[in-house]
C-alpha cells in the first residue's frame, strides 16, 4: 500500500468516527437505490492517477468520484486537494487533462450550471438561500453556492459532512445546532423518551442532507438530457458584445473567437466601446469551453498601462461565460481586482447573415418628448435601410433615418404624451432586440447599484477591496404602485454622492474612518490596523450609507430624488483560502 493509501485510510477512520455521535439516528445498512448508479470513469489518466485510492468496481465506477458530479470550480478545488493532503503527483499537463475530464464528463448540465454560475463570475452578491437549514449548517462558513456547484448521491453528501466534521470543528456545531457558533439561536429539541432510552434528537443537518439529495442529487433530467446533446463546442467566428461596466456605463464592441491547439480552446481578440464617450479599448487573451457549453479565460488589454487605476478596462482579466446548448448566444463576467470586485457584464450575439440589433445607445424615453436621437447597433444593417424599417411599438414615430451604416442605424423619435409606459422591444425588420427601451413618464425613485454590499480596508500588505456604486432610476409600472415586482428600470441617473452613519451603537463614528466616496460613486478603503485618532485605537472597520441624490429628478413634493445602500466596510482576508483559477 502506498503512502498516499495510507493517509486516505487513516482519514478514512478519522472520518468513520467524526459523526459518530450525531449520527446515532442513522440507518444501520443501505438499501440500494437504481437512482444513485454511479458515472463510470472511462479515461485511462484519471483511472490511473485516482485509482491508487478510489477503488474501481466492475463496472467502471471510481469511489467518491463516480458518485460526484461538479463545475470546473469544484474538481479543480477536488484536485488541488487530494495533491496537498493525499500525496497526488501530477503535471500541469496531467492536471489540465483531468480537471478536462472530470468537469466534461463528470460536470453540469447548462441548466444546472446557469442557476449558480455567480460563484464561477465571482459576483458580490446578496445570495439566495433556498433552503433555511441548510442556511443554519452550511451559510455560517461559506456561501451556499460553494456547495450547490455539485451534485451527489446522498451516500456522497453524507460523506461530505464526515469530511466537514473531521476538517472543521466549527462544522460539528453548525451541522448539531443549525446555526454555528451563533448563541442566539434555537437548539433542536430533545424528543420525549421511550420506553427504553432517551431517543436522540433529529440534527439539522440530516435535514440539510435530504434537501441536498433530492433536489441536487447526482441524477438529473437535465443531465441525461444533456449527455447525448454534448458536443465539442464550434464558437470559432465574430460575435457581437453588448456590455455594463458599474460606474462608465454602456459598451458594444466585437469578439472575434479563433481556433486553438484543441478542439475545446481558443484564441480571442476583443474590441469594446463606449456608447457614453466613443471610447475604446482592445484586449486579447485565451479561452476553454468545458462540458460544451462553460467557458473560463484569461485577456487583458493590447496596452496595458503599468500605474493602471484599479478600474481600469486594459487590466488582465479573468473570463466566465455561460454559452446557450445552441452557440448562438453567451452571457457572463469578465473581472479583476484582488477580490474580483470589478467587472463586465455581457452579452454575446453570434453574428450570422442576418441582420441583427444588440444594443441602443440609451435605454429609456420619456413620454411627450419630440426628436430624440438613438442608435440601433448590430450588425449586416442592408444599404437599403430605411425609417420605416425602425420599429419600437405604439407611440413611438421613427421620424428621421439620420445615418446608416452596416453596424449602426441613426434615427429621431417622437414619443406621444399618451405612449404607454414600459419596457419596449427594439425592431429592425425581423431583428428584435427584446425589452431594449423603457418609455416613462416620470422617474418615481432611485436605487443604488449594489443595493448592500462589502468593501476591505488594506494597506501595502494585505490589498484593499474597492466599491463602485451607481444610481438608477425607476418608473412605477403598470400597477401604479412604487417598489413592486413590476417596475422599470429606466437606466443610470446623475448623482451626487455622499456617506451617511448606519446608527448601529451608541457615539457611532464610522464614517469619519471607514474611507472616502469620490464624485463619481466609486469608494476607496481606508488603511488597515489599529489608527491611534479612533477610540481605543480601533482599526478603521465599520458600516455606512452610501447615498446619491440625483442632481435634476426630483419627487412629488419637489425634492431630489435619493437612495441610500449599505455598505459594510471591514478587515482584509487574511487568510486566503483555496481559490479556484480553472485555466487553460
Known amino acids: 500500500m502506498n503512502q498516499a493509501c495510507r493517509s486516505n485510510l487513516a482519514l478514512l477512520m478519522v472520518l468513520a468516527g467524526g459523526l459518530a455521535q450525531a449520527q446515532q439516528t442513522a440507518p444501520a445498512t443501505v438499501t440500494p437505490n437504481p437512482a444513485d448508479e454511479g458515472i463510470p470513469v472511462t479515461d485511462p489518466l484519471v483511472t490511473g492517477k485516482c485509482g ?40 500541469p499537463v496531467e492536471a489540465k487533462a483531468i480537471l478536462k475530464y472530470l468537469s466534461s464528463n463528470h460536470g453540469l448540465a447548462p441548466e444546472e450550471a446557469k442557476a449558480v454560475f455567480y460563484m464561477a463570475e465571482h459576483r458580490i452578491i446578496d445570495e439566495p438561500v433556498l433552503n433555511e437549514t441548510a442556511r443554519g449548517t452550511c451559510t455560517v462558513c461559506h456561501a451556499i453556492g460553494k456547495g450547490l456547484i455539485w451534485r451527489r448521491t446522498k451516500d456522497d453528501w453524507k460523506l461530505l ?27 433542536p429539541a430533545q424528543a420525549q423518551p421511550g420506553a427504553g432510552r432517551a431517543a436522540a434528537p433529529t440534527l439539522p443537518i440530516y435535514t440539510t442532507i435530504d434537501w441536498l439529495a433530492k433536489d441536487y442529487g447526482l441524477h438529473s433530467p437535465e443531465w441525461a438530457s444533456w449527455q447525448p446533446r454534448m458536443r465539442a463546442p464550434k464558437l470559432a467566428g465574430r460575435w457581437l458584445i453588448s456590455a455594463h461596466v458599474i460606474g462608465k456605463g454602456d459598451f458594444t464592441g466585437e469578439m472575434t473567437i479563433s481556433p486553438g491547439v484543441a478542439d475545446d480552446e481558443f484564441t480571442t481578440r476583443v474590441k469594446l466601446v463606449s456608447l457614453i464617450d466613443g471610447k475604446s479599448v482592445e484586449r486579447s487573451g485565451t479561452g476553454l469551453v ?9 485577456s487583458k488589454g493590447t496596452a496595458v498601462a503599468a500605474n ?4 481600469d478596462l486594459s487590466r488582465e482579466m479573468r473570463e466566465a461565460i455561460w454559452f446557450s446548448p445552441d452557440q448562438t448566444s453567451g452571457e457572463g463576467r469578465l473581472f479583476w481586482g484582488e477580490y474580483q470586485e470589478f467587472g463586465v457584464d455581457l452579452k454575446l450575439r453570434r453574428i450570422t ?43 413611438i414615430t421613427v421620424k428621421t433615418l439620420v445615418s446608416k451604416s452596416a453596424t449602426e442605424l441613426v434615427a429621431d423619435v417622437d414619443v406621444a404624451a399618451s405612449a404607454t409606459p414600459g419596457k419596449r422591444d427594439a425592431a429592425f425588420r425581423r431583428a ?62 446623475d448623482a451626487s454622492w455622499s456617506l451617511e452613519e448606519y446608527m448601529a451603537v451608541y457615539g457611532d463614528d464610522d464614517k469619519e474612518f471607514v474611507g472616502s466616496l469620490s464624485a463619481t460613486g466609486f469608494f476607496t478603503p481606508s488603511l488597515d490596523g489599529p489608527n491611534p485618532a479612533r477610540k481605543a485605537s480601533k482599526n478603521n472597520y ?18 431630489p430624488l435619493l437612495a441610500k445602500s449599505y455598505l459594510v466596510v471591514t478587515v482584509p482576508s487574511y487568510v486566503r483560502w483555496d481559490q479556484p483559477e480553472v485555466e487553460k
Open 52 to 91: 491508487a485510492c478510489h477503488k474501481q468496481d466492475d463496472k467502471g465506477n471510481l469511489s467518491r468520484i463516480s458518485y460526484a458530479r461538479s463545475a470546473p470550480e469544484g474538481w479543480e478545488e477536488a484536485i488541488k486537494r487530494m495533491v496537498r493532503l493525499n500525496g497526488l503527483t501530477l503535471t
Open 161 to 187: 459532512t464526515n469530511m466537514h466534521v473531521a476538517f472543521f470543528a466549527q462544522a460539528d456545531q453548525a451541522f448539531r445546532t443549525g446555526c454555528g457558533a451563533s448563541a442566539n439561536c434555537q437548539r
Open 290 to 298: 468545458y462540458a460544451g457549453y462553460s467557458w473560463r479565460g484569461r
Open 308 to 311: 493602471a487605476a484599479p478600474g
Open 353 to 395: 447573415a442576418d441582420p441583427l440589433v444588440t444594443s441602443l445607445s440609451r435605454t429609456s424615453l420619456k413620454a411627450g418628448t419630440v426628436t430624440q436621437r438613438i442608435r440601433l447597433i448590430g450588425a449586416n444593417f442592408p444599404v437599403d435601410a430605411t425609417a420605416a424599417d425602425i420599429d419600437f411599438g405604439p407611440g
Open 432 to 493: 428584435i432586440l427584446q425589452g431594449a427601451l423603457a418609455v416613462y413618464d416620470h422617474i418615481d425613485y432611485l436605487k443604488i447599484a449594489p443595493d448592500a454590499t462589502i468593501a476591505r480596508l488594506g494597506s501595502e500588505v494585505h490589498p484593499k477591496g474597492y466599491q463602485q456604486f451607481e444610481a438608477i432610476g425607476y418608473h412605477r409600472g403598470p400597477d401604479g404602485k412604487p417598489n413592486t415586482a413590476d417596475d422599470v428600470m429606466l437606466g443610470v441617473v
Open 542 to 559: 465599520g458600516d455606512v450609507w452610501v447615498v446619491a441624490t440625483a442632481k435634476t429628478e426630483k419627487d412629488a413634493a419637489g425634492s
